[in-house]
């Protein structure tokens, strides 16, 4: 006779195998730990199917309101003034709109003034070292289908970037935005919201006739540690142990300590949002970034792989030193939600939860540039103070931060942003107060 849920519901669930470290068996692996999800969740007392389909409906509902909004011709992507966010009077239907879409445009966020010149600065700071004449193609494989020709700029310690990163403006945005997550949970400080680490990326110059091939629809929180850790495996519980319907994005529970699997596209901090600013104006038809604006779709990401159909030593595609792929094979339901970001102008920036899949669209003969500086919101929490440990060598020697290509062009040059301009904000984020 079969066992009433309810009873198997209280007795303990069994626990799931763990690779605190890359598995040197791949497909063995995989293949034990969807069956060890499988049983669990079966223990709860439900099954892959059952749970699977409380995820996607939850999503489904949202995929149903962004068509619908998109028919009534309404935008997308929710925008917030940063002067609202200054004087802390975001009003109540903008915040419930940040939390339902993951995802948000900051007008206003610095002058629109400061932006271009921020932008001259970058053009002169590379340039008075040459490194149009030195620059050796792409250093990773990520963005080598852009061209030979340098879009993404390998420079990370300019005075632009460093003074944005560690201005009262960027500070305040971060701040806002980590305070979204549940930070303090399960009895555990997670993270502090006050406190940005000052995650050091790139920059994108794109010139106006560009062609580019855009980068297709993936995901940036790692790939299958987040079914293979242990901390990963905590912080996706609610889809393991028969609680789906408690699943929340905006937890930060376990999420901010454990390893990452390493590879060329791994981020070692932990990130709230991703995010850029603009350093030009783009018309929202130029090659801009999409958004699959729905933070609970990470639910169907992470349960999908456990169907029946799909092969058994595959995640749907998801492997390590490779990003998080999400595409029509697996997830056209999802694709259907995916939009694009209004116009935006210099100063502007723009931001989206960490689990969202996003792109980049293609674009020929590009009107305008298309220049941002990436700079996330990556609050302080043991997993950013380790690497704030590895950026601080990085940002002493000029070195390229440690989670990205070793190209290291900004050692020789002597105008980078130096110690003795660092204020209060930046000696924090860098762990050096
Ligand atoms: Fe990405």
Not at 24 to 39: C, H, N, T
Not at 112 to 133: C, K, R
Not at 232 to 251: C, I, M, S
Not at 377 to 399: D, H, I, M, Q
């Amino acid at each position: 006779m079969p066992v009433p849920p309810a009873a198997l519901a209280t007795a303990p669930l069994p626990p799931l195998p763990h690779w605190e470290s890359v598995p040197a068996d791949l497909p063995g692996a995989i293949r034990q730990v969807k069956a060890a999800l499988r049983a669990r969740i079966a223990a709860s007392g439900r099954t892959v199917e059952d749970v699977f389909s409380v995820a996607e409906q939850r999503v489904s509902a949202e995929v149903d309101e962004i068509l619908a909004a998109r028919q009534r011709g309404e935008a997308i992507w929710p925008v917030i003034d940063y002067a609202d966010i200054e004087a802390g009077a975001v009003p109540a239907d903008a915040l419930a709109r940040l939390r339902r879409r993951g995802c948000l445009v900051v007008r206003g966020h610095f002058d629109h003034d400061q932006a271009l010149a921020w932008d001259s600065d970058l053009v002169d700071y590379v340039e008075s070292n040459a490194f149009f004449e030195n620059y050796r193609g792409p250093g990773d494989d990520f963005f080598s289908a852009v061209g030979s020709r340098p879009e993404i700029y390998p420079v990370y310690w300019s005075a632009p970037q460093m003074q944005a990163r560690q201005s009262d403006r960027m500070a305040r945005v971060q701040a806002f935005l980590s305070r979204q997550w549940k930070h303090d949970s399960e009895g555990v400080a997670w993270f502090d919201p006050d406190r940005d680490a000052l995650y050091p990326d790139r920059i994108r110059r794109r010139p106006p006739g560009a062609d580019s091939g855009g980068l297709g629809t993936h995901l940036d929180p790692g790939t299958l540690e987040l079914w293979m850790t242990q901390a990963y495996q905590k912080a996706f519980r609610h889809l393991f142990d028969g609680t789906v319907e408690q699943y929340d994005p905006w937890d930060a529970a376990y999420r901010t300590a454990g390893p990452q699997y390493p590879g060329t596209t791994m981020c070692s901090a932990f990130r709230t949002f991703q995010g850029w600013t603009a350093l030009s104006d783009m018309d929202h038809d130029q090659g801009v970034l999409h958004t699959v604006p729905i933070p609970a779709a990470m639910a169907c990401l992470m349960l999908r792989p456990l169907l029946a159909d799909v092969p058994e030593d595959d995640m749907c595609g998801v492997t390590v030193n490779q990003v998080f792929p999400a595409g029509e094979r697996w997830h056209p339901l999802l694709m259907r939600a995916l939009s694009g970001i209004p116009d935006v102008r210099a100063g502007d920036s723009v931001w989206w939860h960490c689990d969202l899949i996003h792109s980049v669209a293609p674009v020929r003969d590009q009107r305008g540039w298309g220049n941002v500086m990436y700079i996330p919101a990556a609050p302080w929490c043991p997993r950013n103070r380790e690497y704030a440990a590895s950026v601080r060598e990085a940002f002493r020697t000029g070195s390229s931060p440690a989670d990205f290509p070793g190209e290291h062009y900004e050692r020789g040059w002597s105008n980078r942003f130096a110690a003795s301009d660092l204020n209060a904000t930046g000696r924090r984020g860098l762990g050096l107060e």
